[in-house]
């Protein structure tokens, strides 16, 4: 199959061009000058079929850095399968997912990263790889990092909150960053102070507290800035590289800054919940359903953060500044039926998380429509940098000749408007963007070559995605 992409603009992380892009199976084979021939070949006479995007941008498709399908968590499970998570993705735009096989407390890693695989093969409809969570760290863990990194999982999540789910000690964060420092992987930080959310959530609750608001109130500013500076620190003694997930504090951001300003090697992710969403939206919540508990909708880690205290604009420009790189959801649905509202009497039983893989692309566009961002800088933080940061750019990140034919034609004149009865394709009985109006519109999707989107429609089959093996991080000083 041979596809011409005629007249858009092209839009790269090093800029923009008018460019025609020619896939040829699965794989880029030549952007061109507007109308160009190829060795004295009509171009548009020798392919099967010619799309269109005058007045439209081509960008490599999104890859989503961070994502949790069916993910067994807080007594549930993740509302989205691979299937149902990937093919909304497709739908918004993100072509590339890596998701985190789990090992929680005893298990064995290696079993976990093949359950996984197993999970996930035949089912996606976009490709995908892996990232591992360690959670406590065996001698056995360390080899068997080793050995994913021959799967192509090059980078481990670590946790400071959750003990007894998730958490490891300082001792065994930095036995895993040693390793990491050996072995040239990337270490991935949930940074929070668990120990002192612990207690907080306690009080709270002892006081009556019990409403999804004293999720945000439990987790403070401190927490995640005190454990930011800690993970930067035992980075620093270890030598190993750092990429803190889920970032929502101003503070931690200028803890980021100020280590990669000391040249460390120390990187960094938002969400689009910290760009738009505050802690007084989840306090102002209400609906005649569910009272005030509809800021459980809202509950994720780290928390969402007050707009009295500028997060949102250090986020943004932590994002200018290249002291944040990535843009990922943390794409953790639950439903409210049945899922959040196991929290109904107490808010520490809300399954943490949100879902957005479906929005991620227009979230961010909307970043560029209010000159938050540059075209160019919204391609590179979705896609080009997750690709360098996580080992596949070349293959994915970019619209060039021998890339991945992962391609998506926006429509910045188009119109999106977010929301349940509207453009939601992901498996939650609720849209945590209700009511969002985007200026844009993923129009067309290609994954390796094949259109699996098309104006809403969606043309693809579960089992196109396939499993992508990660090199090293291309992204390290
Ligand atoms: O609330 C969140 N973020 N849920 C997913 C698990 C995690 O910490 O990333
Ligand atoms: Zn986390
Ligand atoms: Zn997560
Ligand atoms: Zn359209």
Redesign the pocket.
């Known amino acids: 199959m041979k596809t011409l992409i005629k007249g858009g603009t092209v839009v790269n992380a090093t800029g923009t061009a008018t460019a025609d892009v020619l896939i040829d199976g699965e794989t880029i084979a030549a952007v061109l000058a507007p109308g160009s021939t190829l060795l004295g070949f009509d171009i548009e006479q020798n392919v099967d079929q010619v799309v269109d995007a005058t007045g439209k941008y081509v960008i490599p498709g999104g890859i989503d850095a961070?994502t949790?399908m069916q993910?067994p968590?807080g007594g549930t499970e993740a509302s989205d399968t691979f299937e149902t998570g990937t093919r909304a993705a497709a739908h918004g735009g993100t072509t590339s997912i890596i998701d985190?096989v789990v090992q929680y407390a005893g298990e064995n890693i290696l079993d976990q990263y093949n359950l996984w695989q197993e999970k996930a093969a035949g089912q996606c409809a976009v490709d995908y790889g892996f990232h591992q969570i360690l959670s406590d760290v065996q001698d056995s863990s360390l080899t068997a990092m080793d050995e994913l990194i021959n799967e192509g999982v090059t980078s481990f999540?670590l946790?400071m909150a959750?003990k007894g789910v998730?958490l490891s000690d300082d001792g065994q964060i930095v036995k895993a960053m040693q390793r990491a420092s050996d072995n040239g992987s990337l270490i991935m930080m949930?940074a929070e102070n668990g120990s002192v959310i612990d207690l907080l959530v306690k009080q709270h609750l002892e006081r009556g507290e019990t409403t999804p608001y004293y999720h945000g109130v439990s987790r403070p500013w401190q927490a995640e800035e005190e454990a930011t500076h800690r993970a930067i620190m035992l980075a620093n003694l270890t030598g190993a590289p750092l990429y803190i997930?889920?970032v929502s504090a101003k503070q931690a951001v200028e803890q980021i800054a100020a280590a990669r300003d000391n040249g460390q090697n120390v990187f960094a992710e938002t969400c689009p919940q910290y760009l738009y969403l505050s802690l007084e939206d989840q306090l102002g919540a209400s609906s005649p359903e569910w009272g005030e508990f509809e800021g459980a909708k809202w509950?994720?880690?780290?928390p969402l953060r007050s707009k009295h205290e500028g997060h949102q604009h250090h986020m943004w420009q932590g994002l200018r500044t290249n002291d944040l790189q990535v843009i990922s959801t943390?794409h953790?649905p639950f439903c409210m039926k049945g899922q959040k509202d196991m929290g109904l009497a107490d808010f520490s039983k809300i399954p943490?998380?949100?879902g957005s893989v479906e929005h991620r692309m227009d979230l961010i566009y909307q970043g560029v429509v209010m000159g938050e961002i540059t075209l160019p800088r919204w391609v590179e933080l979705t896609s080009t940098t997750p690709a360098r940061m996580f080992g596949v750019y070349g293959k994915k990140g970019v619209i060039q000749p021998g890339a991945d034919g992962d391609v998506v034609i926006y429509d910045p004149n188009g119109h999106t408007s977010i929301g349940l009865e509207k453009t939601h394709h992901m498996n939650m009985d609720y849209s945590a963007w209700e009511g969002y109006e985007i200026d844009g519109h993923v129009d067309t999707v290609f994954s390796r070559g094949r259109m699996i989107v098309d104006d809403d429609a969606y043309l693809g089959r579960k089992g196109d995605g396939a499993y992508f093996k990660r090199g090293l991080s291309q992204y390290l000083i």
């Open positions: 961070h949790h993910m968590f985190f999540k946790f959750y998730f949930h997930v889920h509950v994720c880690s780290t943390d953790c943490n998380g949100i």
